[in-house]
């Protein structure tokens, strides 16, 4: 049944449905402009649960009701208004987070996607960091996994998740969107492939004694004479350092 025969069918009722009704029916949905261009977003009363960008599915509204229903089994329903703090948070604008609906998923993909979640603006870290965050530390592959079918991109970064190498790895929308949305965030990109070619994946200060992410921002404030670079942070660990408290690195080959 159709969205329209089924609202058609509602309005059959003798009885006048419960406000609720609707939303336990219907998803809503809009389009709204963000740093990715011009995204297709679903949203029920508890929050957003689904984004994709109208170039990847050639901004055609069925095709993106089609890959909602196929993933939430849910008829979509246009609605006239975004939902609180979702506009700042696409355009990567300061703001309070909109909430997310992440029901339908397994705990261990609700734990990767809130540990992604806390890594700042700005700032990368590798898939196995994500793994240990979130509470399977030996989980790497499908760590992956999941933040390559992540249901809200931009309000959930997975483009902030790299390789361990340095690399910027692999997007749902390509890597070159990736990269943009990184450098458009001042990550510092060039910084870290400079140091990875030289087998470097960590960034110790001499005069706090603690090992960093390179793009942590306690690591840009490092003065380039102060700095020692390191390949992991058990070499780091060896040398005195110990892990940051913010980016928290942990110890990892």
């Keep these: 049944m159709t969205v329209d025969r089924l609202v058609a069918a509602l309005g059959t009722l003798r009885h006048t449905a419960p406000p609720a009704l609707d939303d336990e029916l219907f998803t809503g949905w809009l389009t709204a402009p963000s740093r990715l261009g011009e995204v297709f977003v679903a949203f029920t009363s508890n929050g957003v649960q689904f984004v994709r960008s109208t170039a990847s599915l050639d901004g055609d509204p069925a095709a993106f009701a089609q890959a909602y229903r196929m993933r939430f089994a849910r008829p979509l329903r246009a609605a006239d208004r975004a939902p609180a703090g979702l506009l700042p948070v696409l355009g990567g604008r300061p703001g309070a987070p909109p909430a997310l609906d992440l029901r339908g998923l397994s705990?261990?993909?609700?734990?990767?996607?809130?540990a992604t979640r806390t890594i700042p603006v700005g700032e990368t870290r590798p898939y196995?960091?994500?793994?240990?965050?979130?509470?399977?530390p030996r989980a790497v592959r499908a760590v992956a996994s999941v933040l390559a079918r992540n249901p809200v991109p931009l309000l959930v970064p997975c483009h902030r998740v790299v390789r361990a190498d340095g690399g910027v790895g692999r997007y749902?929308?390509?890597?070159?969107?990736?990269?943009?949305?990184?450098?458009?965030?001042?990550?510092?990109?060039?910084?870290?492939?400079?140091?990875?070619?030289?087998?470097?994946?960590?960034l110790g200060a001499g005069a706090t004694g603690v090992v960093c992410f390179p793009t942590c921002h306690r690591a840009r404030r490092i003065a380039p004479a102060d700095r020692t670079g390191f390949a992991t942070v058990v070499a780091a660990t060896a040398?005195?350092?110990r892990p940051c408290p913010d980016c928290r690195p942990g110890v990892v080959a």
């Design 107 to 114: 705990e261990f993909e609700r734990d990767v996607l809130a």
């Design 128 to 136: 196995g960091w994500v793994a240990r965050e979130g509470g399977s």
């Design 172 to 202: 749902l929308f390509g890597t070159e969107r990736k990269e943009a949305l990184l450098r458009g965030e001042h990550a510092n990109l060039d910084d870290v492939e400079a140091l990875a070619r030289r087998g470097l994946h960590y």
């Design 239 to 241: 040398a005195g350092y």
